[in-house]
């Protein structure tokens, strides 16, 4: 089993509508949460962060965590072309380290 | 600022030959990361360095590969002899803990690496 899972994708939605990510990860302990996006031909960076149980959101973006089911899931609403990119999750065990999911492909088309 | 910097951009080796790759971290930043990335497994920690100290290494491959850090603008990543199944992009990231353990890390522009 892979510490951090994620749908390859691709995950195609309409211009407007809600894209829902989600990764799963495999250590209890993880302490700390994370989604970048990258796009094609170029680096990560990161939009969300998330610590504790329940949701988060910044902007379009909402991250959800629950602990107890070892899940963590991002939302964007109101979907445009140019969130058209991979998605990372990443995960924290308490070290100085990150685990990085092997992302999911969104298409949002017009 | 301007964010991590890494070079070359772009490497095409044959296999065989040293490669060595290249980053400067943020400015201030006390953590450095180096990422390779392929299609199949995704983004990989390879090598992170606290204070250019080399804390984990256990995600470097095999014993060809070798990663230093000098001082604190500098870091480098040598593969030697290259193999054709190194070929990947190689990312080189930054971060500071003044938010914390793990706080955000900024991405170089990686380097393409491709061994012929």
């Known amino acids: 089993q892979k510490e951090v899972e994620q749908n390859s994708g691709p995950l195609s939605v309409p211009e407007g509508a809600i894209a829902s990510l989600n990764c799963t990860y495999s250590?209890?302990?993880?302490?700390?949460f994370f989604w970048y996006r990258q796009y094609s031909g170029k680096s990560p960076e990161l939009i969300m962060s998330?610590?504790?149980?329940g949701d988060k959101e910044d902007g379009r973006f909402t991250a959800q965590l629950n602990k107890a089911s070892q899940y963590v899931s991002l939302l964007i609403r109101d979907s445009q072309p140019s969130d058209s990119a991979t998605y990372l999750c990443?995960?924290?065990?308490?070290?100085?380290?990150?685990?990085f999911g092997t992302g999911t492909r969104l298409q949002v088309f017009p | 600022d301007a964010g991590v910097i890494q070079s070359p951009r772009h490497e095409v080796t044959e296999m065989g030959q040293e490669v060595t790759l290249r980053c400067k971290p943020i400015?201030?930043?006390?953590?450095l990361f180096w990422y390779r990335q392929t299609m199949m497994r995704g983004l990989e920690l390879l090598i992170y360095?606290?204070?250019?100290?080399?804390?984990?290494d256990s995600g470097m491959p095999e014993d060809r590969f070798s990663a230093k850090m000098p001082n604190a603008s500098f870091s480098t990543l040598k593969i030697q002899p290259s193999e054709p199944r190194d070929s990947a992009v190689y990312f080189c990231?930054?971060?500071?803990?003044?938010?914390?353990?793990?706080?955000?890390?900024?991405f170089g522009p990686g380097t393409r690496l491709t061994v012929l």
């Open positions: 990231a930054s971060s500071s803990t003044s938010g914390g353990p793990t706080d955000t890390q900024y």
């Open positions: 250590d209890r302990v993880s302490q700390s």
């Open positions: 998330i610590y504790s149980n």
């Open positions: 990443a995960v924290n065990h308490n070290t100085d380290k990150l685990i």
């Open positions: 400015s201030g930043h006390d953590y």
């Open positions: 360095f606290n204070n250019n100290v080399p804390i984990d």
